[in-house]
């Protein structure tokens, strides 16, 4: 037998004698070619950045004043921010975002149902930043040990409470930076825990009261919070859900208003914090907030 190959086709040869000295037989085999290699997979895309990594939005309060902001990409972990983001000030009404989360998940932890009173307690600390329901959620986390915590569980990093304690969870100093961290620990479900995240932002999403005085009623509990971030935002993002939390006060320590505006959705996070003079107006702050989404969010 002779064995040739060539091309990929064997050949064999059989030589059989034939009665009368009759030719030959020849069996011819052909082998399948190889079979094609699969096509290599075709890389997915890297999802496009939502802000550009050079992006300074030209926000200036043309007074004297503070303004710091910062944003993170969820989707590519890109981070932009002010010079100044780390930088701190008063969270006031922002930081109820975690003494809610806070109390939902350590009741989960605990194996317990948080009871109607406390649940009330907790929406109405978000939908209207009611300071009563707040404070209680504040002690029953033990007052600062439950903003030790947030430290701790959201990994801040500029985040501290005043010397000698605070008493009052709004004391809470805080930096741009970090409250974009807090912002992430609530969107991951860090914060709240798995049970009770999706509540939370849902919340968040029914936050209620505008910038005009007759939805500012603090003798009655009531501080109106949907404004800022997502009044700069397009409205097709707004109708996608956008998670906020607003904080302001008008103190006399400094003369000045301390202002913050937290937003979250499933792709960003963006926080702004201010102070500026008390002959300002709300709008003013709440404006500036809008303008840092606006530019951030918007055409390049």
């Not at 004698?17 to 020849?26: D, F, K, S, V």
């Not at 939902?104 to 600390?125: H, V, Y």
């Not at 971030?229 to 859900?241: A, K, R, T, W």
Request: net charge negative.
């Amino acid at each position: 037998m002779i064995l040739l190959v060539g091309s990929g086709v064997a050949v064999s040869a059989a030589l059989a004698a034939q009665p009368g000295g009759e030719g030959t037989r020849a069996v011819v085999e052909v082998a399948p070619p190889p079979a094609a290699a699969p096509p290599s997979p075709t890389p997915s895309p890297e999802p496009a950045p939502l802000f550009d990594a050079t992006a300074q939005p030209d926000v200036d309060l043309d007074i004297e004043g503070f303004l710091a902001w910062a944003a993170v990409d969820r989707t590519t972990g890109a981070r932009v921010s002010s010079p100044n983001a780390t930088e701190t000030s008063s969270t006031e009404s922002m930081i109820k975002v975690w003494l809610v989360a806070d109390h939902l998940r350590r009741a989960a932890e605990a194996g317990a149902e948080p009871g109607d009173e406390e649940l009330r307690d907790a929406q109405l600390a978000i939908r209207h930043s009611h300071n009563s329901a707040a404070q209680r959620l504040y002690e029953a986390g033990g007052g600062d040990a439950t903003v030790e915590r947030m430290i701790e569980i959201c990994t801040l990093a500029d985040t501290h409470i005043p010397d000698g304690g605070s008493g009052w969870w709004s004391r809470t100093e805080m930096s741009a930076n970090d409250a974009v961290r807090l912002g992430e620990c609530v969107a991951d479900g860090t914060a709240a825990g798995p049970e009770w995240t999706d509540w939370l932002l849902d919340e968040m999403q029914q936050v209620v009261g505008t910038t005009a005085d007759e939805d500012q009623r603090p003798d009655e509990d009531f501080e109106g919070g949907r404004w800022g971030i997502i009044d700069g935002l397009p409205e097709e993002l707004v109708e996608q859900g956008v998670s906020i939390k607003n904080g302001w006060t008008r103190i006399g320590r400094d003369s000045s208003w301390h202002l913050n505006c937290l937003a979250i959705t499933d792709d960003w996070v963006i926080a702004v914090m201010m102070r500026y003079p008390a002959e300002y107006s709300l709008d003013y702050g709440a404006e500036r907030c809008a303008s840092v989404a606006r530019q951030l969010t918007g055409p390049p």
